[in-house]
């Protein structure tokens, strides 16, 4: 996925429904790319270009990443 895929406006987290915000491999903090619910702290994978999100594929994002994650998503 790339940050100008217009799949990205029309996907929503499944717990909260709101927006997802996509997390490039590149980045710090980042083992695989991802799509990122900054309200909740989860964390949903993108395999193969296909993100994956059901509820139970998420993972709850510590704090200290939390914060960090913030900063990078922060214009």
Do not use: F, T, W
Not at 7 to 32: F, Q, Y
Not at 34 to 62: C, H, K, T
Request: with cysteine; glycine share 4%; charged share 25%.
């Amino acid at each position: 996925m790339n940050p100008e895929d217009p799949l990205l406006k029309i996907l929503a987290c499944p717990l909260d429904k709101g927006p997802l915000h996509l997390l490039a491999a590149a980045e710090p903090l980042v083992p695989e790319e991802s799509l990122y619910n900054p309200r909740l702290r989860r964390r949903y994978p993108v395999v193969d270009g296909i993100p994956q999100l059901l509820p139970s594929s998420g993972e709850q994002v510590p704090e200290d990443e939390h914060e960090q994650l913030l900063k990078r998503m922060s214009p």
